[in-house]
Nanobody
Framework: VQLQASGGGVVQAGGSLGLSCAVS????????MGWFRQAPGKEREFVAA???????IYSNSVKGRFAISRDNAKNTVYLRMNTLRPEDTAGYYC?????????????????WGKGTQVTVSS
């Protein structure tokens, strides 16, 4: 299984950005999917997750601003990020979990992609 995240870039505070995570090797329907992020000098943290039925959860820091979605036909998961803040600056990672229950901790996720960098300027 391979995960490829894309869509990162530089955006001004208050702007929007969309990330994609393409899954290959197995059908996306097999997984609960999550997004995590890691800022310089900080530990990686949970951002959002979506289960096989489309149910989703978010960290308190992004709730109401970010939206996770999935397109099983395209084997791709998305993270739409609105009203971005400088503190959202981080490397963003997508991950896949074979357990159907939504998880917010890293050890629950078996597969990880390389990160895509998001930089929000003030």
């Amino acid at each position: 299984v391979q995960l490829q995240a894309s869509g990162g870039g530089v955006v001004q505070a208050g702007g929007s950005l969309g990330l994609s995570c393409a899954v290959s090797g197995r059908t996306l329907r097999s997984f609960t999917m999550g997004w995590f992020r890691q800022a310089p000098g900080k530990e990686r943290e949970f951002v959002a997750a979506i289960n096989r039925n489309g149910g989703s959860i978010y960290s308190n820091s992004v709730k109401g601003r970010f939206a996770i979605s999935r397109d099983n036909a395209k084997n791709t998961v998305y993270l739409r990020m609105n009203t971005l803040r400088p503190e959202d600056t981080a490397g963003y990672y997508c991950a896949a979990d074979e357990d159907p229950a939504i998880a917010t901790i890293e050890p629950e996720y078996e597969y990880w992609g390389k990160g895509t960098q998001v930089t929000v300027s003030s």
